[in-house]
């Protein structure tokens, strides 16, 4: 059962560090918004499916699912703001040539 949470967890982990990254790498706010609302779900799916896993199912298990349920329904909602803050603010999505 350890091996289980901890395989879960790694993944999770890997998956939050693609979208750190992908936020230091991307030219604007339009594509960071995207990349971490979708990457940060997935990652926190897999660390807390991991703790959960780790737990048992007991209270904890209970925490951690309502956790994990408030993440998916304020991560869209989070990202879906801050893209419409840029965009009201006067920021626009650029364009990109396929040459």
Not at 79 to 93: E, K, M, N
């Amino acid at each position: 059962m350890t091996w289980v949470a901890m395989g879960l967890i790694l993944i999770g982990m890997f998956f939050l560090i693609a979208g750190s990254v992908g936020m230091l790498r991307l030219p604007e706010v339009f594509s960071r918004a995207h990349a971490l609302g979708v990457i940060d779900s997935l990652g926190a799916l897999f660390v807390l499916g991991g703790l959960a896993v780790f737990e048992g199912f007991n209270s904890n298990f209970l925490r951690i699912f309502v956790v994990l349920a408030l993440v998916y329904l304020l991560n869209p909602v989070i990202a879906h703001a801050t893209i419409r803050a840029a965009y009201r603010s006067g920021l626009r999505p650029t364009e990109v040539d396929d040459k």
